[in-house]
């Protein structure tokens, strides 16, 4: 039986990037019959499905629709049953929360029109769809791993070109964060949750059902291949000289079927100097000291730095890694044969690029070699 409301409930699960959002929405499109049943609807995305069938390869938060516009909430929302609360999960919501929040050193092919309305307007919009409270749920990472992690994620997604070094210096994970926890500390109709990812990881989805009041015995996780794996040192150096090579045309390894069935030739992450990220550290203290009292022991943004993993040895890119990326090529390009034919010379000549980089210690900054 559906539980009735006094006062209905806008649940936001609104990031931050990389901290499982691909699989917590692939689990809350699979138990989406519970939580009706629970009083929450949660309006599917377009790429839900997908996900379910595919979820070591799709990326559902790419296309999931902005649940923010300029003057209202979507329709989806405001035709949800009265009795009803909804759910909404995605990691591009805290930009679009924040007034005037940054991007996290986003490109510019990476813009999209965030409405950036504010909290404040956010919880009007919500009260004129028939909504009296919003409560949100961040999930945080320490500021190093987690610059680390969206590097890999934008070079190997989104053709990023840049340096790890530039990532470090325009990331600001806590500054957002300490934003909208300031925002909500005088709207009593706004609660926020804040929990650190690498404490809840182990049990993810037990922590966000608990988050929306569902016990752990009225689900079972979903049992998923590993979604969105990162590139070893040497793929990622792949991926971003094709990147600078090859622009838009750039094939996006890590998005083909075959890549996640690829040997994955050396583990270690790539981290920048220690000046660099001393640099990170004291710019963002004072935000994430900030951040620090909304949150449970455990749970606090911590600096821990580090000089990275040194790979031992030569990282040797295999004949099956060029055979994997001339797939790749010829799978997005079927119509152009004469860039079939041309790409594994194209995949060679950006590995010999790559190694006579790294040799010339430029602004690269990948610990590792190729032959």
């Not at 004129?128 to 680390?148: E, S, T």
């Not at 790890?164 to 925002?183: H, I, K, M, W, Y």
């Not at 016990?215 to 996780?221: G, T, V």
């Not at 004072?286 to 022991?297: G, K």
């Amino acid at each position: 039986m559906v539980k009735q409301h006094h006062a209905r409930t806008l649940h936001l699960h609104i990031g931050e990037t990389k901290t499982g959002s691909s699989y917590i929405q692939a689990n809350l499109f699979r138990d989406r019959a519970l939580l009706r049943q629970r009083g929450i609807v949660y309006p599917p995305g377009p790429n839900d499905q997908d996900m379910i069938k595919n979820p070591s390869v799709g990326q559902p938060n790419a296309t999931r629709p902005f649940l923010i516009e300029r003057t209202s909430l979507p329709r989806s929302l405001q035709n949800i049953p009265r009795d009803h609360d909804a759910l909404i999960s995605s990691e591009l919501l805290l930009d679009e929360i924040i007034d005037g929040g940054d991007l996290s050193g986003l490109n510019n092919s990476m813009a999209r029109p965030f409405a950036r309305v504010g909290l404040n307007r956010l919880l009007e919009m919500a009260n004129a769809a028939g909504y009296q409270k919003l409560r949100l749920l961040v999930l945080i990472r320490d500021p190093i791993p987690h610059a680390v992690s969206w590097y890999n994620q934008i070079v190997k997604i989104h053709r990023h070109t840049g340096t790890l070094e530039e990532t470090f210096q325009n990331f600001g994970g806590p500054t957002r964060v300490a934003r909208l926890l300031s925002d909500a500390e005088h709207l009593p109709d706004v609660e926020v949750t804040v929990r650190k990812y690498e404490s809840v990881r182990k049990h993810l989805m037990e922590t966000f059902y608990s988050w929306l009041g569902i016990e752990k015995k009225d689900h079972a996780a979903l049992t998923a291949p590993v979604i969105n794996r990162s590139l070893s040192p040497i793929e990622l150096a792949l991926q971003r000289e094709l990147n600078m090579l090859l622009g838009a045309k750039a094939p996006r390894l890590a998005m083909h079927p075959d890549f996640h069935k690829l040997k994955n030739i050396g583990d270690a992450v790539v981290y920048p100097g220690l000046q660099c990220q001393k640099d990170m550290q004291s710019r963002l203290e004072p935000s994430a000291r900030f951040v620090n009292q909304y949150v449970p022991e455990g749970h606090e943004y911590a600096f821990d730095l580090t000089e990275g993993a040194q790979p031992e040895g030569l990282y040797q890119v295999t004949s099956e890694q060029i055979d994997f990326l001339a797939r790749v090529w010829s799978d997005s390009n079927k119509a152009a044969r004469r860039e079939r034919k041309r790409w594994p010379s194209r995949a060679r000549n950006a590995l010999r690029k790559i190694r006579n980089l790294t040799h010339a210690r430029s602004k690269m900054n990948y610990p590792l070699q190729t032959k």
